[in-house]
């Protein structure tokens, strides 16, 4: 039995549940009775793997980065998910979730999003398969992503603003989660990270984990082991780091290395550090580490990376965290920017500055020479060009 | 016995009321309270304000963040109510999320609850399972009832589950939606609030969300205890004041 996989009832230790309104219990009873056995059959698989071929362009490369290995004299493989149809890493989990939906007979759509990037990859597989979508987005990222927003629309989704709150992810997520108590026979939520009520982060965790089977079956070519000795990878809500360190759970000889934004500084203020800042606490249905006052209430992080300014993190990163089976580092604003320009100019690769984040740790701690380093590369940087524009002044 | 429970034996359909403790200013809790009961409501709910509540719509959710605005604590709220059952005899639930009281401690919620004279909890993201095998025991130690939801969409079968453990009344949701959202109910919901009271459950059912003026709360207590009215109340108190909380309970009783 493994020490990290969701139990039973929901849970990664401590961490997980569903701690849901009865309103959204039958739906998300729905699902959690039948996702294993709909996930398993094989014609579930056929159809997904089909499309992770021919459509999002699976296997992405594990590609060895022979000018940041000799600059950090380490062996640095990069698991190229920015090469995904979408730009990222978040079409395999809605590629998936779409299937389920259909399969449970649902015709509505609905999502969160931050950034826009899991907006977007909704938004695909919904014109892809033919089905309405709605997409809730905070009115502020709305301003701030733009383009992101015009995609959606192009591909045929609604995109409605989240007007509460703070008006950025967690607020979207608080109406996307009012839109499935007020629909609730018709309506699928694809949520978009590993985090939420069980069984989401179980399952997105699942629809990710194509990133380290690759990994594993990559690295036996390059390298003869299927085993890294780390596993780097961003968290903000967690889904490309539960991906990438999903199939080596268990083998504690591979080091996982989750990083997460620190913005300003972690004792700055504005940060998104959760794993330092974070108390054990509820949000979204799920038991996990939260940013929060001392009175329970929900805090916003900042993080100069849309896609890392979550207040919680997903319930199995919080075990990770909690166990010591992950090391969790925190990267400054501007060292992931730097980060982010030198993997640019060293690899010609424009890395998602999400992504960035994860680069920085190449700088922040010691390999060795013999040492097989994964990161993964969830996203490219094109929807962030106005951000890199502004911050370097190109 | 438990004030809840004895309202629940009275010969008459009860009105509930909830606001937002905190709302509109920090310290209209305790008159708030006074006011309800001078006017002859039957119970009242004290929301402990959330910054995230998933089960409200806008009007609560705005009046929360106003009152956590104004200062309102889980802390300041028990400070508030040191002294309530010197002034009125009504019973008194909280209802919030669970987040809070997690933060402030379960148990020490509790015991709060029990000396400021608090007589249950509606907790809307405490699911069943998780009270059943965590907190039941707490809960009791202190007295206080938990109060359980049940929506159109729940099965005969967790209704059942539901009335067995509870020990006050059962909390109907009218309809398949977050608070504050509808205007008047149609043949979908009289149906539904007629098979709940032909189930003959042990406990009296109270109808929430969606009930705002006269004709909703007659309709919601044609075949059910009580109702309760959230959101209309609130928006109420912020148009008029708190000063008039006399004439909106008239308007429903009369």
């Known amino acids: ?394 | 016995m438990n004030r809840i429970n004895q309202k629940l034996q009275e010969n008459k359909k009860l009105l509930s009321i909830y606001f937002t403790a905190g709302y509109p200013n920090l310290n209209d809790t305790i008159p708030t309270i006074e006011a309800l009961e001078k006017s002859g409501v039957d119970m009242i709910e004290i929301g402990l304000p959330f910054s995230d509540p998933l089960a409200d719509g806008p009007t609560i959710q705005e009046s929360s963040t106003q009152a956590i605005e104004n200062g309102m604590t889980t802390k300041l709220l028990f400070e508030q109510l040191k002294e309530v059952r010197n002034s009125v005899q009504i019973p008194l639930i909280i209802m919030g999320y669970f987040n809070p009281m997690m933060q402030f401690g379960v148990e020490n919620f509790c015991q709060k609850c029990q000396e400021v004279g608090i007589d249950g909890l509606i907790i809307p993201d405490l699911p069943l399972e998780e009270y059943l095998s965590e907190y039941q025991a707490i809960f009791e130690k202190y007295n206080l009832k938990n109060v359980f939801l049940i929506t159109p969409q729940t099965s005969n079968e967790r209704i059942m589950e539901i009335d067995a453990v509870s020990d006050s009344f059962i909390y109907m949701v009218s309809t398949a939606a977050v608070t504050g959202g509808q205007a008047g109910f149609g043949t979908e919901q009289t149906a539904y609030f007629e098979r709940i009271a032909s189930l003959n459950l042990k406990n009296p059912q109270i109808i929430g969300f969606g009930i705002s003026d006269k004709e909703t709360f007659t309709q919601a207590t044609l075949h059910q205890k009580g109702a309760i009215i959230g959101s209309a109340f609130i928006k109420y108190i912020t148009q008029n004041s708190i000063a008039k909380i006399g004439e909106f309970v008239e308007k429903i009783r009369a």
């Open chain 1, 1 to 394: 039995m493994s020490q990290f996989n969701v139990s039973e009832k929901g849970f990664y230790g401590k961490f997980g549940g569903a701690f849901i309104p009865e309103m959204l219990y039958p739906n998300v009873e729905e699902l959690r009775t039948q996702y294993l056995s709909i996930i398993a059959e094989p014609s579930f698989q056929e159809e997904y793997m089909y499309l992770l071929e021919q459509y999002v362009g699976r296997p992405t490369p594990l590609y060895y980065a022979k000018r940041l290995s000799e600059k950090y004299n380490t062996k640095v493989y990069l698991k190229r998910e920015d090469l995904c149809h979408t730009g990222a890493h978040k079409v395999n989990n809605t590629i998936g979730q779409i299937i389920l939906a259909k399969r449970l007979g649902k015709t509505r759509i609905i999502a969160e999003t931050g950034a826009g990037q899991h907006g977007v990859a909704t938004a695909t597989v919904c014109a892809l398969m033919g089905l309405q979508c709605i997409v809730y987005m905070g009115e502020v990222d709305i301003e701030r992503q733009a383009p992101n927003v015009a995609r959606m629309k192009m591909l045929g989704a609604e995109v409605r603003p989240a007007t509460s709150g703070s008006k950025t992810l967690k607020d979207a997520t608080n109406e996307a989660i009012r839109d499935w108590i007020n629909n609730p026979t018709d309506t699928f939520y694809i949520i978009g990270s590993v985090v939420g009520p069980h069984p989401y982060p179980d399952m997105v965790a699942k629809f990710q984990s194509i990133i380290s089977k690759e990994i594993k079956s990559q690295l036996l070519t390059h390298e003869g082991t299927e085993y890294p000795d780390y596993v780097i990878a961003c968290v903000g809500g967690g889904s490309n780091a539960a991906g990438a360190f999903y199939e080596f759970l268990d083998d504690e000889q591979v080091g996982l290395i989750a990083v997460e934004a620190a913005g300003h500084g972690v004792d700055s203020g504005e940060s998104a550090a959760t794993s330092v800042l974070g108390k054990i606490g509820i949000i979204h249905g799920s038991r996990t580490l939260l940013m929060q006052t001392e009175d329970g209430q929900i805090t916003e992080p900042y993080s100069i990376s849309a896609g890392l300014d979550y207040p919680g993190v997903g319930p199995l990163h919080a075990h990770l965290c909690d166990t010591g089976r992950a090391e969790f580092i925190s990267i400054t604003d501007e060292d992931a920017m730097n980060s982010g320009l030198e993997i640019s100019k060293m690899e010609g690769i424009i890395p998602a500055i999400e992504t960035a984040h994860a680069f920085a740790v190449l700088d922040k701690k010691q390999f060795k020479p013999t040492d097989i380093v994964v990161i993964n590369l969830s996203g490219r940087g094109d929807k962030d060009l106005n951000t890199y524009i502004n911050y370097f002044g190109f």
